[in-house]
């Protein structure tokens, strides 16, 4: 947007023809000063930004419209409560296009629903909620009367002495426990200690395991869950039948038991001539001295030898 485009936007823009006897630039171009806000200015009509002060029931979708939605509204005054204005409010909803009317209330301090939808009611119990149920406003013009005031105080007083008991027992118990702030500030620190130390122990667990995240200590309810869960029979049979295929099977592929057991054996035997064969090179080539037991095996070689030419 060009500056005298934003001028002219803005009303600061002064065409030539324009004089200030004719009044204001609004006045000079025929329009209002709130623009389209004011379109229906002429009826008592203003457009405004409304905000759901509570939420509420669509009579249209029955959908629920929420507090602090906001409408372009249509605000128009409707009557008086004493000096004080009724204004009214009239929008329509995003969901159903179903148009609602909202009024103020200066009697009660509060927003009314005319038509169009219903207010959400949002009931509690004070038990439940822990809360104090205040009077209501037929008790609190009671309370003006001066003999109703004194029957009310008196059961106050009494409600009082029936609750001191437990007031002063809980009050002596909060005393005794934050009497000494050392020996408090050193049992929360070793309860602060120990717990750094199971997480770490339970952080080194789980590095062992090859697991990025903390392991929490196991629990009865942990074991009675594992301990319900059921795998078919069909699963078991199939898990027992390869484990023993596995078991009675041999560890190197397309070899059966009998074929292994003879190649070791073979094996075995082929090793058993190798360790004869050098052994008996070793002897004739004079590496090592021969036992006793070899020298008579050589004397009694020799000794037939000598019988055996003697013969011939």
């Known amino acids: 947007m060009s500056s005298l485009a934003a001028a002219r936007a803005d009303n600061f823009y002064y065409p030539p023809e324009w004089d200030p006897s004719q009044g204001s630039l609004n006045t000079f171009h025929g329009q209002h000063a709130l623009r389209e806000r004011a379109r229906k200015i002429d009826q008592g009509i203003l457009i405004i930004r409304f905000e759901m002060p509570y939420n509420i029931w669509c009579g249209g979708c029955n ?39 909202i009024q103020t209330d200066p009697k009660n301090c509060e927003y009314v629903i005319i038509s169009g939808a219903q207010k959400k009611t949002e009931d509690f119990d004070v038990e439940d909620a822990e809360t104090f149920e205040l009077p209501a406003d037929e008790e609190k013009g009671k309370l003006a009367d001066p003999f109703y005031r004194l029957e009310h105080q008196e059961a106050d007083l009494k409600k009082k002495k029936e609750a001191e008991p437990v007031l002063v027992r809980l009050q002596r118990m ?17 309860k602060l200690r120990s717990q750094k130390k199971r997480v770490a122990e339970e952080e080194a667990a789980s590095r062992k395991r090859g697991l990025g995240i903390r392991l929490l200590p196991a ?59 050098s052994a008996a090179s070793s002897l004739l080539a004079g590496g090592y001295k021969p036992s006793s037991w070899s020298e008579g095996a050589v004397l009694s070689s020799r000794q037939k030898g000598a019988s055996m030419n003697s013969r011939h």
């Open 63 to 101: 959908a629920m419209i929420a507090k602090g939605v906001r409408f372009n509204a249509e605000k128009k005054q409707v009557g008086n409560y004493y000096s004080t204005k009724i204004w009214s409010f009239t929008m329509k909803a995003a969901c159903c296009r179903q148009e609602i009317t």
């Open 219 to 277: 629990s009865e309810q942990d074991a009675a869950t594992a301990a319900k869960v059921k795998f078919s029979s069909k699963f078991e049979k199939n898990r027992k039948d390869k484990r023993a295929l596995i078991n009675s099977g041999s560890i190197f592929p397309g070899l059966s038991a009998s074929s292994m057991s003879s190649k070791r054996r073979l094996e075995l035997e082929s090793k058993r001539r190798k360790i004869s064969a």
């Open 174 to 190: 909060s005393d005794a426990r934050h009497s000494d702030d050392y020996a408090i500030n050193k049992s929360l620190r070793a």
